[in-house]
């Protein structure tokens, strides 16, 4: 839990720089005996890479490559060194504006933090650091398989125009295809085909949109979550906030919970095939920060992509001197939809996590 | 960052549960020389008290002891181990109910995680268990205070009544003033009012109510935050989803991004007394997981007290069968306004730790 | 793994100075269910009083009182925080001396490195921190019993005296009762006679003597420990060298390995009842890091007291000219036998510790 | 301080298995702009290499690669990839005895403890690994030069031959050429023949031989280290008892303290050039776990090569059933001249992170 590592007993190390030669990740604390190749990785990875109008014209092979801790086909519970490299690069455009903070962006941040910054294409705050963490979020899924557990994310609001899609009536297989099948990852086709015009709408004034994108994981034990500090949903909280654009993190009800009386936010405590469950979901699945057998939900605010081609007014900073930039490259109008795989990731690394200090998966999976 | 402790180099480890002996925490990593008295830690404490009719009739003393890491009158750089006893305590109403998890509590959870538990007030999940984050919190604004960082908690919204109070518009010290002088925190006293009412309506009815509380950090230097996953943003909300009761946490803008143009969203760069500022907050003084120097600005969603009177629906855990459950105890109908030193006290904890990574503040501070 | 903190899932916090109000630790992640009492803390703490005439007239009672974390005489899985308050305490002979630094103590370093120290009988640096890690240890001990590993340590070596006993030909009761049966904690009793005499020779001559420790753990299962860094030996290592007074630490043939051949260093791997197991142990149980299933043993350098009444050469640092020092105060005048509770309280806290990253012991020991 | 992960603020994270596809590290926390290219690592990594008649066959070109963290040859404050590739891989003799644990290696705790592993070459337990360890420490190295505290090792035994050579007397530059100018890294030339003959002897006959290494830090700020776990001895000690095949660890004095007094191991304090200093260093430099501002001294066992020639008795854990074992591979017959660079990259590693720690070091080096 310190800057490039996240996790306790599965922890994910990611490098790179977005013009660098490469961007990768350490998997260290895999069990062992889970079968792994770059295949698998490399299905999650596809999922993040850009498809349609709605995408920058950035075009990344993403070969993932396997350094570490594989052998014959199987985890060795030693370090997972992995990594992409960097080929579609142009830094040209950055070029000429890397006296200029852009807006909405980390330049300025970098520059005041480690006084000495990668301009190009965002350098480390750059959103292809994501790839790194969608590499080690497969393996995470990888595991979860194993005992059950799944996970999904789609596009619950873009632009101002958000779909009822109520997921606790669908399979987690059938909401991923929903999300699937259109490329803003909405499962309400009417919904997403609006969402896409307004993105284009944006796209071809300059501009750009945010909105809101949903995780949900499903059998999830009941039990994880490490009070009072590194409680589930703190944690997740954590992992969340920490993709690049996301402004705010929500689980459950969430900012919903300010209008409720108790009476109406507390869930039923049921029994269900002779188990403890909960008739409605206001918690999103946890409580007292422990998962508590139900769907954890979180939902996440995403801010529209910072760089837009629209004049704004910023800072040159060699010269000090106020000044107009307009930022050209190639961006991605709205990042919700790619943001996905990411956010998956990351409830996919945090759940292993818990399990793992929660003692429910053992060292070898074989 | 695990369990019951947070923090990389100022280190806050918290104890205690609600009917034992006492509640306390250590604080690790806290530079020597400064000046700490109990009254110092006493302070923030009794802000924490119940105080009015729209608050528990619990009446703790509360009164800090410290009892290490202080030496004529200063801070020896050594762990600072403090307490309080819990004195006022009633667990005859817990013991009737012990075979129930009452539901919005941690209680089945506990139960499932650790197969035991302390049915008593809640145990370790108890709002009590904040009040060693508060006496931690205390530490860390002291600290602060060096910096001229300042923070301050505020009501936002209570049962659907919210406030437009532009904190951006008023002094820090003026905001504390204007919160602190009603009960239910809330800086415009219209609003307050109609706050307090809508709490006692909800307690005469056996009910309790949510809200949002917001926290202002002004003051913090630019450069704060340890991306990619350490981030400043990351680890406030971190810190502060521990707190109990809250489901949502957003930065600057918040979920009101989703519904933003980038062109909008994007906070304009200016020069201001010869530094680079921004001309707007959408940020919330954090970009690319880094400090900007503009005011940090968080929302907390907070859900309304599980505790309430009402008859609700249950399982009896030891003959496994669905039951009611009425709540007695001594409770708050509104979380809300106590939980705002402790929100103060998570983010304080949080800027100290995140200054002293950043090299700006010395080992000693004499 | 920072400054007060050891362990990651079993993470014991200490805090106190020798001459202020208490002395006490937090230990959280300990297992849920387990039976424990101030009983059995105490009798780890009563091991490392002082008792005889060669130890330091300094009486404490050092009554263990647990303030969190048990409930009906069972851990609850939540932080356990415990304490002995410093009662026989007398300042005045450091009052003299507080603007000399005393050679072989800490006096100086802490001074440089926080700015600002407590100079009553060693401050945070004394010896007397060891009774929370016997507190801690007294919890991991009674873990461990319930996975029939058992950890003794005996005196080695003192003055140049030493003792050959071959502790692999005893159990662990055994060696314990030999061991306890005498001042000085050397199992053979006719040199346990000889190490007292030179104690008190030296003693008399207002010097004093130093020594060698051994710890031996036995049942320890094979698998424990996390390469690459946090390897087994690396983290009993790391764990000891950190006790006050131990300059060297060594696994199984030690420094001897220095002289020896590979053909006579390996150990033999034979079958013995059907397990893998190893025909001598100059490993000392631990091969690549990671126990192999034999005794665990390890030896550590103690030095003699720093304080001794023999005049020495320092330096006043307020007026910053050189002078003499003559420490009174009360002291053992070897500190060997009554670190050996200490030392194997840090074995017992890294194999817990081990034991839970391995995932072989539950949350809940119910 | 987690499985393959060391350090606090500058943390190294290493990976590679000895005959996968490749050996690196990640080093985390470097503060920016510190000019860094891949020759500055290149040239400790040649340090290591296999270079005489004494040394294994394997010859590595150990071609340095950095990936990520710098940038127009500065480093960024993010992240640090670097990797060799393994070229020179013969898996062939390890396919012959991969069913036979070799006695002294990590096969049988490897396969105990993941319950799967990679034969080749000793898989991630192989001396391999410890290349990656070198290129973290040219790192630290580099940082240590611009606060100008040096680090040297040489080897003060060998096969029972040991040498007087007193460091104290000497500029590290000049302790750097002696040792460097023979192959066994000792700087008494005399001596080193006569070791170099014993090695020779023990390979011609089919066996290894151990030793003991020193090394020297010079320069070492007073005030580093942080009690009472992280002291700057029990971290060292750590960190070297993590480097395979070290036995034991010693400060100062080390187990020479154990027949020493009081008065002779006490180190007076003194006046030098108006600073406060040591006139002896029995304390290596270290006292209460932090620094004193003397030479930290600092030795460590070598256990002999387990890779010999000469049968040995082990198990073949397929069949289950006791054999006989020649190790044939390529080794080196005593690993002592080739641990030196990989030790002193330890202590460079530590000594940065306590330095970070104590914020000595800026985030930015500009």
Chains 1, 2, 3, 4 share one sequence.
Not at 103 to 118: L, N, S, W
Not at 254 to 270: H, L, Q, T
Request: glycine share 10%.
């Amino acid at each position: 839990m310190m800057g490039n590592t996240i996790g306790v007993l599965f922890r994910v190390t990611t490098w790179g720089e977005s013009h660098g030669k490469a961007v990768g990740c350490v998997v260290d604390g895999c069990p062992a005996g889970l079968e792994l190749s770059e295949e698998d990785i490399q299905k999650e990875v596809d999922r993040r890479k850009p498809k349609s109008s709605i995408s920058t014209s950035r075009r990344e092979r993403d070969e993932v490559i396997i350094l570490s801790g594989v052998f014959e086909g199987k985890t060795l519970g030693t370090p997972i060194s992995m990594l992409v490299y960097n080929k579609d690069v142009n830094s040209k455009p950055y070029e000429e504006i890397r006296h200029l903070f852009r807006p909405g962006h980390a330049d300025y941040t970098y520059q005041v933090k480690f006084g000495f910054r990668d301009w190009r294409g965002g350098g480390r705050a750059s959103g292809r650091e994501t790839v790194a963490r969608v590499m080690a979020g497969a393996i995470a899924k990888k595991i979860l398989e194993r005992f059950d557990v799944k996970i999904v994310g789609f596009t619950r609001e873009i632009a101002g125009i958000s779909c009822d899609f109520k997921a606790e009536d669908y399979d987690i297989k059938e909401i991923y295809e929903l999300a699937e099948s259109n490329p803003v990852r909405c499962p309400d086709e009417d919904v997403a085909r609006r969402m896409e015009d307004a993105i284009l709408k944006a796209k071809s004034e300059g501009d750009s949109v945010g909105g809101v994108a949903e995780i949900v994981a499903r059998g999830v034990p009941p039990g994880l979550g490490e009070p009072v500090f590194l409680k589930l949903d703190a944690y997740l909280a954590f992992a969340l906030m920490s993709v690049p654009a996301v402004k705010g993190v929500e689980i459950g009800a969430g900012f919903k919970v300010a209008k409720m009386r108790g009476s109406e936010c507390n869930d039923p405590i049921v029994l269900r095939d002779g188990k403890v469950r909960f008739a409605t979901n206001n918690a999103g699945g946890i409580l007292g920060g422990i998962s508590n057998g139900e769907d954890i939900v979180i939902r996440v605010a995403i801010k529209p992509t910072p760089s837009i081609s629209k004049p704004q007014r910023t800072v040159n900073w060699v010269e000090m001197v106020e000044d107009e930039i307009v930022v050209k490259g190639r961006h991605d109008p709205c990042i919700v939809p790619r943001a996905i795989p990411v956010l998956e990731a990351m409830v996919a690394i945090v759940l292993v996590d818990c399990m793992m200090m929660q003692g429910m998966i053992p060292r070898f999976l074989g």
